[in-house]
């Protein structure tokens, strides 16, 4: 299928024409002057002043989708995980019975930039067992909790189930951008603020912040751990990301390369490579153990001089995203395009595309991968299906490889060159 594109776009060697389209899902719209796009119980949620919507995020479950559908209205919308798509939000079954729980509007009580994800690990899969008394206000076995970053520099937490507020963190001057829990089940909370500071937060120790990383010089604009939870990823103003050893929470190293203000990053499934979205109109991966420059995904061709691409270029990249099979990346940009990039085939144009809405600032996958989520200033929120994409055993052996083995420690290895290579991720495929 075709994109019929009004008028031409800075795209790379390949044409609209050529490349395939992006199906839409679905979509969440808050408008109540636009016709419903959702069940009709989402209208109760509409609003007419909209504000900006910063975060998409989906339970590492697949069974909810955080819409961050209003100034301070948080919607916890169930999502089929079978289907790849949004469940009624009707709260009744086919007969008509009501269903309780399923879908938890929360009034976060102040306006909310940013939304995640945390379950908790039970005591006795702890690799370090917490010493003393700690918090016990819900069973970490088995509850998600979410918590909400806010404008006004507070954090919040939330029971997914009731909507209750079960904790509210203080300590961040200015608006609180990002947040991100620890993949390992501690329930360590790493919050991103407009103060230039990253603050650690121990839910288990009652929320008690221990530790603020110090080392940008401008604002704070996203985080992200490693699969493992050994190292931070944090970008901000300032056009460099900085890598934090998160187990003597040390800044490790500065990655330097982007000529303008970086959004957003994300690590590969298996923690070997850190993509970065720049305002420069290029994703740059890179090795996150030694600063390399890996690969460069451009949004404009040719590339925009430097003097062009630190300013408004029309291109700005918004959001990456990493597709759970570790070998498909998908990126939003100011251009109104969406794309999806195969990273293992040595052509450096995306392999589909669509025309997305406008003003686009945030994105997601869905935990399996099938689903690309994409939210606006507007707060709408669109679904596209994943393009399928094929990837070989080589690929999936070398995942495997990297979730142990980080790169100074491949060159150990007894291993020809070229493999050696391979698993650094300096030859792709």
């Known amino acids: 299928m075709m994109i019929d594109s009004p008028a031409p776009r800075p795209l790379l060697e390949k044409t609209t024409t050529d490349l395939t389209h992006a199906r839409k899902v679905g979509e969440l719209r808050p408008t109540a002057r636009s016709a419903p796009a959702v069940p009709s119980a989402a209208n109760r949620f509409s609003r007419n002043n909209v504000d900006e919507c910063w975060h998409v995020v989906f339970a590492p479950d697949e069974t909810r989708f955080v819409w961050l559908c209003g100034t301070s209205k948080v919607l916890l919308v169930p999502w089929n995980r079978f289907k790849n798509c949004l469940l009624s939000l009707d709260n009744k079954d086919n007969e008509g019975n009501e269903i309780k729980g399923q879908v938890v509007c929360i009034d976060a009580g102040s306006p909310v930039n940013s939304a995640a994800f945390g ?28 918590a909400t970053g806010h404008v006004n520099g507070r954090v919040r937490i939330w029971d997914v189930y009731t909507g209750r507020k079960l904790l509210e963190l203080m300590d961040h001057q200015q608006s609180v951008r990002d947040l991100a829990f620890a993949p390992d089940g501690s329930l360590r909370l790493v919050t991103a603020s407009l103060d230039h500071t990253l603050k650690v937060w121990d839910l288990r120790d009652d929320g008690n912040m221990f530790k603020t990383l110090k080392g940008h010089s401008y604002e704070v604009f996203w985080c992200c751990w490693s699969p493992n939870g050994r190292l931070l990823a944090s970008a901000g103003g300032g056009k460099s990301v900085l890598i934090w050893n998160m187990e003597t929470y040390a800044l490790a190293r500065t990655l330097t390369g982007h000529q303008h203000n970086v959004g957003c990053c994300e690590f590969s499934p298996d923690g070997a490579v850190l993509a970065s979205a720049s305002w420069d109109t290029r994703v740059i991966l890179w090795d996150p153990f030694t600063g390399e420059i890996l690969r460069t995904l451009c949004h404009q061709y040719p590339l925009p001089r430097p003097i062009f691409a630190s300013g408004a270029n029309g291109s700005w990249v918004r959001g990456v995203a990493y597709a759970r099979n570790g070998c498909q990346i998908a990126t939003i940009a100011d251009d109104g395009y969406l794309r999806f990039w195969n990273l293992l085939e040595p052509d450096i144009d995306p392999v589909a595309m669509a025309i997305g809405e406008e003003d686009m600032v945030c994105c997601t996958f869905s935990p399996s991968g099938c689903v690309f989520a994409v939210g606006t200033k507007e707060s709408k929120v669109s679904f596209y299906a994943a393009p399928r994409t094929l990837f070989s055993l080589k690929h999936l052996a070398r995942m495997a490889v990297r979730q142990l083995v980080v790169t100074p420690d491949i060159d150990r290895l007894q291993l020809p060159p070229m493999l050696r290579t391979f698993l650094k991720y300096q030859q792709w495929y």
């Open 119 to 146: 379950m908790g690990t039970p005591e006795n899969q702890l690799t370090e067992q917490p010493q003393g008394d700690y918090w016990k206000r819900f069973d970490f076995s088995k509850e998600f909790v979410l």
